[in-house]
């Protein structure tokens, strides 16, 4: 039996058991005379309670089971005799099993491994066993919770309620899968990145000056990571912020101060949607128009080192790329200035421009600043752009004009391509993420404490 | 004290009215401001004293779709003409709001902000002088020279508010619009802004919103009663009180309007 089909059978089941929950509720309120209290709940009610208590806890079941049950078949046919014959090497061993498995289950119709067919007849009676184990179960459960349920059901019994409160626990797990999955996300980074910092030295990672990490070599001289610190720095927090702040800066206020009603309804909009163009038709527009045109000017001015990949390229158009976002965090506070100050400068004879400069920024500086921030981790954490007009070559250089390359660029590159898992090469991708990951969640908790300070202090 | 003036006003409107939109919130409203008379603007709630107020300053310009009509004038000038520089005007005709409005920024910038932004004080010495005399004057200097550097927005209500009227007086406007400076504040509080009131007429023209009776007849010398967007009654503050010409000035401010 499929997973669909046994999840619709207790959808199903579900149905029933609503509908007998509902009618048994209002058998009660007939049989009991109208004089009595009025019941607690509606007879809806009494059939939701019934058919959450048939389903959840069935598919509560199953899912752990279904995360359950391929170890428990691997352990079965690992036990059948068939499998005495298999070679001892682990890796060897789980590819002929995996190869087993997927013809059991006909997702292949031809091992690669001999060996692999003699296991299959044990992998398809141990999951069929174990499958049927399962759905056994999961009617039991559902059966034995619509009948406790049931038998719960009273005329005053309080079913609304307990509705509710299973209700609120559903959106509840809604709200922490995102959490958990981060969480998830951190573990497998740290594992890995743990295991690259076994064959690198942290300190030579954080510290060292050169990056040309090769297949199948471990010197930790070639895994220093300050060259794409430096580029992702130099791209993201300083070329790309020169753009983004100012003109966004700009934009927020004259869309809150001087912008017409008019102007400002399409304006606002406008620019929000710029923020929603993908990064990667901003690469295409750096490489191919912004890199080349940079280089000829700088050949023009005869700078030595320009390249048409370019940490001025990336940078620039990055900075584009970002003012939506610092310009709406920017209107945001400058709109969360109570207009009490703004009046209170016309009134002494400010102009708006001096209004704007003496009184509103400083005044919203605090959620321009975590605006800011927010924008620099966005912004470091930016790929395409970068992978499509930063280059790829770790110069540690201070001219904008030349290639750098940034942390997300070498994630890609490591991860992509020919790779094996157990190599430093591969593996530094890992600690590269990590690295990013740690940086962009500090400015974020950063950038959110101050912007949420700030507002507090106009409550 | 006399109840009628005996010099020029300071400000004359004539046949003011005021539009927000399509609305009409002022209607035919004139009235005669003078320099040595506190003069009292009361009336039920919605009535346009605000708006009426914020004509004076050309507030109303901040305010999306608000347009006047009429002559308002200051020492005879007028001051919707086109060749009127608003920013100037402002400086001349200060304004303190219902609740007060400090900026972020510490006691001594609040009330240099104006003196400098106009460039009254040549040299840090004078803006220092010209903060102390405003501060002084707004009855603040006393607990605040210790803390110039304080923020403004530490300062209890009270003492905001007397910081906004020193903020107003620093740039030595000759007029002074407060729209009721004290509906924030408590009863100690608002005696001392009344007693301040007091001290600083003669020196400006004080126009002051109070839907407070007995702080109109305190503070006042004259008293104009709106209702509807129109002047129902203007005259001495003695004589509403005493001897209103008017019916509907009588119930109100025996507490028997609505
Ligand atoms: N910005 C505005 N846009 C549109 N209508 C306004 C605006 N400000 C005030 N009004 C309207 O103009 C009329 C007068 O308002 P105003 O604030 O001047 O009254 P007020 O006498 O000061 O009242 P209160 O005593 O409650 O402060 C009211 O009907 C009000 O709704
Ligand atoms: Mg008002």
């Not at chain 1, 400058?334 to 207009?339: G, W």
């Not at chain 2, 209607?27 to 008379?37: A, G, L, M, N, T």
């Not at chain 2, 009270?158 to 009721?180: F, H, K, S, W």
């Not at chain 2, 003695?238 to 010409?245: A, C, E, K, S, V």
């Amino acid at each position: 039996m499929s997973g669909l089909a046994i999840v619709l059978m207790l959808f199903g089941l579900g149905l029933i058991a609503w509908l007998s929950g509902r009618a048994r509720a209002a058998q009660l309120e007939r049989v009991t005379p109208a004089a009595a209290v009025r019941p607690h709940s509606r007879p809806q009610y009494h059939g939701w309670y019934v058919a959450l208590w048939t389903i959840l806890p069935a598919l509560a079941f199953l899912s752990v089971w279904s995360a359950l049950s391929p170890g428990l078949a691997v352990q079965a046919v690992l036990a059948d005799p068939a499998a005495a014959s298999l070679p001892d090497n682990e890796f060897v061993r789980s590819a002929i099993i995996g190869e087993a498995r997927q013809l059991a289950t006909g997702q292949i119709a031809q091992g690669f491994n001999p060996q692999s067919a003699a296991l299959v007849e044990p992998f398809r009676t141990a999951i069929s066993r174990y499958s049927t184990i399962g759905v056994v179960i999961a009617l039991i459960l559902a059966f034995a919770g619509a009948a406790w349920s049931f038998t719960r059901l009273k005329r005053d019994f309080r079913a609304r309620t307990r509705v509710e409160r299973v209700v609120m626990l559903l959106l509840l797990a809604a709200s922490l899968v995102a959490i958990l999955t981060t969480f998830g996300i951190v573990f497998s980074l740290l594992f890995e990145s743990i295991r690259f910092f076994d064959r690198v030295p942290v300190t030579d990672f954080l510290f060292g000056t050169h990056w040309s990490p090769v297949s199948g070599n471990e010197d930790p001289d070639l895994f220093g990571a300050i060259p794409l610190f430096w580029g992702t720095i130099l791209i993201g927090a300083v070329i790309a912020m020169i753009v983004a702040i100012p003109l966004g800066l700009m934009t927020a206020i004259y869309l809150t101060q001087y912008a017409p009603a008019r102007v400002r309804s399409w304006l606002k909009p406008t620019i929000e949607v710029l923020a929603g163009v993908p990064t990667v038709v901003y690469g295409f527009f750096a490489a191919l128009t912004v890199g080349p045109a940079l280089r000829s000017l700088a050949d023009a001015l005869g700078i030595a080192g320009a390249s048409s990949d370019s940490a001025l390229a990336a940078g620039l158009v990055m900075g584009i790329m970002i003012i939506p976002l610092v310009s709406s965090m920017a209107d945001d506070s400058i709109a969360a200035v109570p207009s009490a100050m703004r009046d209170g400068s016309l009134a002494l004879g400010a102009t708006p421009s001096e209004t704007i400069r003496k009184v509103l920024i400083p005044a919203a500086l605090p959620g321009v600043m975590g605006g800011v921030l927010l924008a620099v981790s966005r912004a470091v954490g930016e790929t395409m752009i970068v992978v499509m007009a930063a280059g790829q070559s770790a110069n540690l250089t201070g001219n904008p004009f030349s290639s750098v390359t940034t942390v997300t660029v070498q994630i890609v590159k490591l991860m992509t391509g020919d790779q094996e898992f157990e190599s430093a090469k591969t593996l530094a991708a890992f600690a590269l993420g990590l690295v990013l990951f740690i940086v962009t969640l500090m400015l974020n908790i950063v950038a959110l404490r101050i912007v949420k300070r700030f507002r507090e202090s106009y409550e | 004290m006399t109840t009628e003036p005996n010099t020029a006003p300071k400000m004359t409107a004539r046949g003011v009215n005021v539009f927000y939109g399509d609305k009409q919130a002022i209607d035919d409203v004139s009235i005669d401001v003078y320099r040595d008379h506190v003069t009292a603007f009361i009336g039920p709630s919605g009535c346009g004293k605000s708006t009426f107020l914020r004509t004076l300053n050309r507030m109303n310009d901040t305010v999306a779709g608000a347009r006047v009509t009429g002559d308002i004038r200051l020492d005879g000038e007028d001051i919707y003409a086109p060749e009127m520089d608003v920013v100037q005007l402002r400086a001349r005709v200060g304004m303190v709001f219902q609740k007060p409005n400090p900026f972020p920024k510490s006691i001594f910038d609040n009330v240099a902000y104006g003196p400098k932004i106009h460039g009254l004080a040549t040299s840090k010495s004078e803006l220092e002088g010209i903060v102390e005399s405003a501060l002084t004057r707004a009855g603040l200097w006393g607990e605040v020279k210790d803390r110039l550097q304080d923020s403004g927005t530490a300062l209890s209500g009270g003492q905001q508010q007397r910081l906004c009227i020193a903020r107003a007086i620093a740039v030595d406007p000759e007029t002074v619009l407060m729209d009721e400076p004290c509906s924030a504040l408590d009863p100690i509080a608002t005696a001392k802004i009344e007693e301040l009131i007091h001290e600083l007429r003669g020196r400006y023209a004080i126009v002051i919103v109070t839907h407070n009776m007995q702080q109109a007849a305190r503070v006042s010398q004259r008293t104009a009663f709106f209702h509807l967007g129109k002047i129902v009654e203007y005259g001495a503050t003695t004589d509403i009180f005493t001897n209103p010409r008017e019916e509907r000035t009588k119930d109100y401010i025996t507490g028997r309007y609505g």
